[in-house]
């Protein structure tokens, strides 16, 4: 897959290849040539874009161990840096390619290895909760009865 069609649909593909929708493509992107025309706004706007993100990258880390989407936070971070800086296209391209990998295999696994996946998938966001418990204490927003629960747990 060329850089030119990787993520697109064959549809969208179709289109660019007999001129269809190319006017709007140029027009959507105008702006940004405009930007990299000038060297001083360029250098702004890629530090504009670095810096934010690598601010949804840590956002993105700082909720990996807390309930919530932080690898998807993580994976946008990087798909913003992506759109200026090379590496960051890299690896996000890597992480796609290994996902991608990752989810083929899986699916086809016998339903006895993907629910044994699923078991340590669910140990393992158990044991992240435990661990984020113990360091900082049961929340007091959660129902008397979770939380009466919880505390018998050891090391809570």
């Known amino acids: 897959m060329t850089d030119q069609t990787r993520g697109r649909t064959p549809e969208a593909m179709q289109r660019q290849d007999s001129g269809e929708g190319s006017a709007q493509h140029d027009k959507d992107w105008q702006w940004r040539r405009k930007i990299r025309s000038n060297p001083h706004s360029h250098l702004i706007y890629k530090w504009v874009v670095g810096v934010i993100g690598v601010l949804v990258v840590v ?33 996000l391209d890597w992480a796609k390619d290994t996902v991608g990998a990752w989810n083929d295999w899986q699916k086809t696994q016998p339903l006895w290895v993907r629910g044994l996946l699923g078991l340590g998938t669910l140990l393992l966001v158990l044991l992240i909760f435990w ?12 129902p008397g009865f979770f939380q009466d629960r919880l505390t018998t747990l050891p090391g809570l």
Do not use: D, N
């Open 59 to 91: 956002v993105g880390i700082v909720l990996l161990p807390a309930p919530g989407p932080g690898w998807v936070i993580i994976f946008l971070g990087i798909g913003i840096l992506a759109s200026e800086f090379e590496k960051a296209q890299r690896l």
């Open 131 to 142: 661990a984020l418990f113990a360091v900082s204490g049961v929340p007091g927003f959660l």
